[in-house]
């Protein structure tokens, strides 16, 4: 089997605005990052995802770009990017950001050269339309707030195309000028150092009438190409691919042995199955979709995560289960955000560290490379009454300081959480060092632990029966070897396993064997070796 250093890594994602502030404006930054670089380690991650960095008028966030060459001033300038970059390395971290490549933010100069004149070579840049009426069949992803995914645009006099926001209009990648251009983006980050790149949206890139506009052959066929320049120019670098798709059309991502097109995919409909099982204390469906989950091609890797920046994505469940889980997880509609929902992970799982430790220690030991969203180290809350996905993007509580440590200025870019249970005064990085079973230690051992065991890094996966659905069973292990029997209470009643030889868990009493008949507490696992 083949192994790249990324098929065994734990994954950091690190949004820049929200983790340090280092020159009292308020918003985080590359050098306040740097200062930062000690906790990611400490975390035993080997990792970091930068959310993206580029200019751009933030009205995603930073997935509006308005220039991919280039640093947000409010995150620092290129040189700060390169000592950051520097600075991680010297850790032994690796970097990888985000390019968004479907589409540009309006305020971009191809989009404001493209809509002033017809005859620009930037028109063909984007999608046009003079009726807004192609394409029919296309989801609108941002439910909450685009009526289309047309939008008029007074100063063109036609419409152009859009998969999320009306300001942000997509490429046309018909248009061979577009690879150009995003291979030039490409390949100036990873002149920089860059290890890889987290790839945005890529199952939008084209269009066709008669179709819904995703997952099309001429996205792979672009996909196919992009990797080829990049094996050809920097080998080595990992692409990974955010699609939220179902397995079945996650596979064609990873392309194929002689055509690849990325080494990473994202596994989205894991995720929210997660959160479902624990709630049903029923593990039948993260069995159905491992079962249906197709097996990927050698050195590939799925990328694994319990929350990340947006809400909690619910496009890959049925109907149905969208609205069990919004009734269970979101009650108050103020939680729910598109098909979604707008909460952190420690808030989703009532702050019961059990629960916590529960999923983490499941999602950890499941095949994959799994992610963690920064603040969910510490149990961060979030806050539901901010617009749009921001609630779960505020600073990153530090201390018991004024914003939490985060920022000496008057006033931050999203105040810090100072509610009852979740405020910086109750939940933070420092308070939490001293106390062993704080959700940041914890965080530490799992992943220290799980990275410790060669089965659970890479291991091939195999179910474990156990005859009661409360409790979900499988083994990790490494050819020819025993491995890791990980075995997960989902309930909040005991259960019992038969444990058939005599085995020690990692998880808590790692001097005592056990065998037989072994009774399980509430939410209660283990990772149990020989
Ligand atoms: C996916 C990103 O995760 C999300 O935050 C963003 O809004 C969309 N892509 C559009 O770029």
Not at 72 to 98: C, I, M, Q, W
Not at 291 to 315: K, S, V
Not at 455 to 477: C, I, K, P, Y
Request: hydrophobic share 35%; charged share 25%.
């Amino acid at each position: 089997m083949t192994t790249n250093w990324y098929n065994n890594a734990v994954f950091y994602e690190l949004y820049i605005r929200a983790y340090k502030d280092s020159n009292g404006d308020g918003n985080g930054d590359f050098r306040g990052a740097i200062e930062k670089l000690d906790h990611i380690k400490s975390l035993g991650v080997d990792c970091i995802w930068v959310m993206p960095h580029y200019p751009s008028p933030l009205l995603d966030d930073g997935y509006d770009v308005s220039d991919y060459l280039g640093v947000h001033p409010d995150y620092g300038d290129l040189d700060d990017f390169r000592a950051f970059l520097d600075a991680a390395h010297a850790r032994g971290l690796k970097v990888v950001t985000d390019i968004v490549m479907n589409h540009t933010s309006d305020q971009h100069p191809w989009f404001q050269a493209a809509r002033q004149d017809k005859n620009s070579p930037y028109r063909d840049y984007y999608v046009w339309s003079d009726t807004g009426t192609e394409y029919a069949d296309t989801r609108i992803i941002f439910l909450d707030t685009e009526p289309s995914n047309w939008t008029y645009d007074d100063v063109a006099g036609q419409y152009f195309w859009h998969r999320f926001y009306s300001c942000q209009p997509d490429l046309n990648y018909d248009n061979p000028q577009v690879h150009e251009e995003m291979f030039n983006a490409i390949r100036f980050w990873l002149d920089l150092g860059v290890d890889g790149f987290r790839v945005d949206a890529i199952p939008y890139l084209y269009e066709r009438e008669g179709t819904n506009c995703e997952n099309l052959p001429e996205t792979h066929d672009f996909l196919k190409k992009m990797r080829r320049m990049v094996d050809d120019e920097y080998p080595g670098t990992l692409l990974i691919a955010e699609a939220n798709q179902w397995p079945e059309d996650l596979l064609p991502y990873f392309g194929t042995p002689e055509e690849p097109e990325f080494q990473v995919c994202f596994h989205f409909p894991i995720m929210p199955r997660l959160y479902m099982v624990l709630k049903k204390g029923d593990k039948t469906p993260i069995v159905d979709i491992l079962n249906r989950t197709p097996a990927i091609p050698p050195g590939a890797q799925w990328m694994t995560f319990l929350r990340n920046h947006d809400e909690l994505t619910l496009e890959m469940v049925t109907p149905e289960e969208r609205k069990w889980m919004r009734q269970q997880y979101a009650p108050n509609p103020r939680m729910r955000l598109n098909l979604g929902i707008r909460r952190r992970l420690a808030p989703l799982l009532d702050n019961d560290k059990r629960k916590w430790f529960l999923l983490n220690a499941l999602f950890l030991s499941l095949p994959g490379a799994p992610i963690i969203y920064y603040g969910d180290e510490i149990g961060m809350g979030d806050n539901i009454w901010f617009p749009d996905r921001h609630g779960c993007r505020t600073p990153m509580q530090w201390d018991n300081d004024r914003h939490a440590g985060f920022s000496t200025a008057k006033e931050t870019y999203l105040p810090v959480l100072c509610d009852e249970t979740y405020g910086y005064q109750q939940v933070n990085a420092a308070a939490q060092e001293a106390d062993p079973a704080s959700y940041l230690n914890l965080t530490r051992f799992l992943i220290g632990t799980r990275q410790s065991l060669a089965a659970l890094r890479s291991g091939q996966f195999v179910w474990v029966e156990t005859g009661n659905d409360a409790v979900l069973a499988f083994r990790r292990h490494v050819d020819g070897t025993d491995g890791v029997l990980c075995v997960f209470n989902l309930s909040d009643q005991p259960q019992t396993f038969i444990l058939r030889r005599p085995r020690v868990d990692v998880l808590s009493r790692p001097e005592v064997k056990m065998r037989g008949k072994v009774g399980l507490r509430p939410y209660a696992c283990h990772w149990f070796r020989n």
